[in-house]
């Protein structure tokens, strides 16, 4: 297999303090395992229509054929692809992204054995390499590897914003850690917390505030973590940080103290055990969650609904944006949406414009069978037609794609 290893040169003693903390933290042993499930209240005909929706997707599972991709550079694991979560299994996943896309990339325009485009390597090695058929980032090296997504300002964050990506964790590797960097006016220069996600255990280690939380990973969590993808979503807002694994919501931090700026993605990895992630998603601000209140705007534009590359498949991440809207139209019973379906300017006009259509049909079926009347809803396709960022930009493209809802 190729892999071309990027050196920068070795930086160990800047952050070799900060990351001390997260090695005695991955020293001790886990003790205790509570299983934590988001409190948030879901009503009964959302369950009964998610049966619906997972019965429906095993019968077509039981009908068709798997068929695997032949690829010129082999897949750094053999492993079987594990079943993916459904969307009944995000029943009562609550985390709504921020409204507009900072970054976002799912390496599609990068190659195997390279290192990504749309990054900087600050210290260490780090590599492109496949996942069962899909690239990913390896950090690779044998101490320290930093990385960083390449943006047009140095400081590009501001409260509230979001943070998801998907990471893969191989059996005996270390976790991924996520560096928050804020500026310090009286001293002059960036201090920096930490995110650690690791095997046993998500922990947050504060810098001025000298917070150090963690904690324990469900059991249902723990023991399907080996050899599979898990979703990873950070939401901060008023200083209040919410960490979120898969489904569950893990720690809470109430308050960080700390205005960030900017993030990297770092940790200790090597060859055998790399740290692998992917689909990596920034997005600013973190008011879409309109629960309890009376709508009064014109349309609703959600970056939170995804799909499966090129398909009408929903994610289950997509639920924590369709339980909003869900809650919407209760609350606003007088209301009714048009589904608006929009996609980027790749690939052909009527390809986008008939996935449009699909994606907004499965959005609306899926709301339908969650317990809101078909008559409250209608559904259409855009394609490419109505964008509303520059559509030559990676972040323009990621905000063209989208689900509206349109008060009608």
Known sequence: MKKLLLLSPAIFFLVFNSYSQVLKKLGDKVKNKSEQKADQKVDQEIDKGLDKTDDASKKKENNSTTTSNTNSTKDTSATPVPAAPTL?????????????ILFEDHFTDDQDGEFATHWELKSGQAVLNKINGELALHLTDGNYAVVLPRMKTEKYLSDPFTLEFDWYHVPGAYGVIIQLKSFDKELGFDRQSEISIQPGEIGFNGTTSNISLSKSLTDELHESLDNSWHHVAIAIKNRQMKIYLDQYRILVVPDTKEDYTNIDFAGIGDEKNPIVFKNVRLASGGNMNMIGKKFTDSKIVTHGINFDYNKAVLKPESM?????????????????????????????????????QQRADAVKDQLIKMGVEASRLSAKGYGETKPISDDTTLEGKANNRRVEFVKM
């Open 320 to 356: 924590g944006t369709l339980n909003m809207i869900l809650q919407v139209l209760k609350d606003n019973p007088e209301i009714k949406f048009e589904v608006g379906g929009h996609t980027d300017s790749d690939g052909a006009d009527d390809y986008n414009l008939k996935l449009s």
């Open 88 to 100: 009944k299994v995000y029943s009562n996943y609550d985390f709504v992204p921020g409204d507009k």
